[in-house]
């Protein structure tokens, strides 16, 4: 059995900075796609930023420049450095993970970790 697992979220002034982590466990051959997704308040999920197992990266809109994408494929985790945060991110944020077991490839959610920026 797999699981994703994001931690790392919370309350955060404007301009502030937080690090997500997203740590991938169970029956697990390999990690194709990791990436970032959030849903604001009242919005639906979008795409913050993915990192492929050869670390080819992709930022979407309003983050680039602010976030960093990375990951450690010999520790199944991904990373998600968030400075100079703003209001407009505050949003659940969730790991997404394309992951090949013994049950085959299959898409892979968490269960959302919370950020918060406001003074």
């Known amino acids: 059995q797999v699981q994703v697992v994001e931690s790392g979220g919370g309350l955060v002034q404007p301009g502030g900075s937080l690090r997500l982590s997203c740590a991938a466990s169970?029956?697990?051959?390999?990690?194709?796609?990791m990436g970032w997704y959030r849903q604001a308040p009242g919005k639906g999920r979008e795409l913050v930023a993915t990192i492929t197992s050869d670390l080819v990266i992709n930022y979407v809109g309003s983050v680039k420049g602010r976030f960093t994408i990375s990951r450690d494929n010999a520790k199944n985790t991904m990373y998600l450095q968030m400075n100079s945060l703003k209001p407009e991110d505050t949003a659940i944020y969730f790991c997404n993970a394309v992951i090949l077991s013994r049950v085959g490839r299959q898409e892979y959610w968490g269960q959302g970790t919370q950020v918060t920026v406001s003074s």
């Open positions: 169970g029956d697990i051959s390999s990690i194709y796609v």
